[in-house]
């Protein structure tokens, strides 16, 4: 599978953006998606997932309640809106999934259980 990013871009905070994550070369309907964020010289670090089947989301702690994940089936993508975005958002935001199988609810906000990744999209926010 193929995915990317993309709708980052720099706003002000309290703004909103919309981040939209398209796959080629698999149905993301089947899969487990997630996004994740790095900021310079900082972990990749986990912002949110939708698990299939079950349709479960989770969140990270720091953007729970301001962020959400969502899918698209027809569109092939997921999404996630970002509502009162504050500096510390700021970093490249990445999709990811793992066609290699279903990830395990214990492992969901672990980088490395997802093993296809997109390229990235900058979100910066000014303060």
């Known amino acids: 599978v193929q995915l990317q990013a993309s709708g980052g871009g720099l706003v002000q905070a309290g703004a909103s953006l919309r981040l939209s994550c398209v796959a080629s070369g698999s149905t993301l309907s089947s899969l487990d998606m997630g996004w994740f964020r790095q900021a310079p010289g900082k972990e990749r670090e986990f912002v949110a997932s939708?698990?299939?089947?079950?349709?479960?989301?989770y969140y990270g702690d720091s953007v729970k309640g301001r962020f959400t994940i969502s899918t698209d089936n027809a569109k092939n993508s997921v999404h996630l809106q970002m509502n009162s975005l504050k500096p510390e958002d700021t970093a490249v935001y990445y999709c990811?999934?793992?066609?290699?199988?279903?990830?395990?609810?214990?492992?969901?906000?672990?980088?490395?259980?997802?093993?296809?990744w997109g390229q990235g999209t900058q979100v910066t926010v000014s303060s």
């Open positions: 990811a999934s793992n066609t290699r199988g279903r990830i395990i609810t214990s492992s969901i906000r672990n980088p490395s259980a997802y093993k296809d």
């Open positions: 939708f698990r299939r089947g079950v349709s479960n989301t």
